[in-house]
Nanobody
């Protein structure tokens, strides 16, 4: 079984930065994909970024390109989301997710395991 635990959320002013972490435990293979999603109040959960654990290729939704960076440390089974130049519209619960396949997907149904989420609040 796989467990994902997010950390690093909090309250930050607009223009500030936060780094989220997602620690994975269990059977994690290098051929998998890790993703970050977010869900704002009253909205559907949306794709933010993903990374292939083998090779490190990254993918982002347009709204965060140039501001967010996803990275991984395979030795620690941990994926990070560095968020800079935060905006009020980035306020949401952020979830990490694991896809047991080598190709990135943006649909939540394509991910097999989810963390509990961490709140990010950006004040304007």
């Amino acid at each position: 079984q796989v467990q994902l635990v997010e950390s690093g959320g909090g309250l930050v002013q607009a223009g500030g930065s936060l780094r989220l972490s997602c620690a994975a435990s269990g059977r994690i293979f290098s051929g998998y994909v890790m993703g970050w999603f977010r869900q704002a109040p009253g909205k559907e959960r949306e794709f933010v970024a993903a990374i292939k654990l083998s090779g490190g290729s990254t993918y982002y939704v347009d709204s965060v390109k140039g501001r967010f960076t996803i990275s991984r440390d395979n030795t620690k089974n941990t994926v990070y989301l560095q968020m800079n130049s935060l905006k009020s519209e980035d306020t949401a619960v952020y979830y990490c997710a694991l896809r047991k396949a080598p190709f990135v997907a943006v649909d939540i149904q394509q991910y097999d395991y989810w963390g509990q989420g961490t709140q990010v609040t950006v004040s304007s």
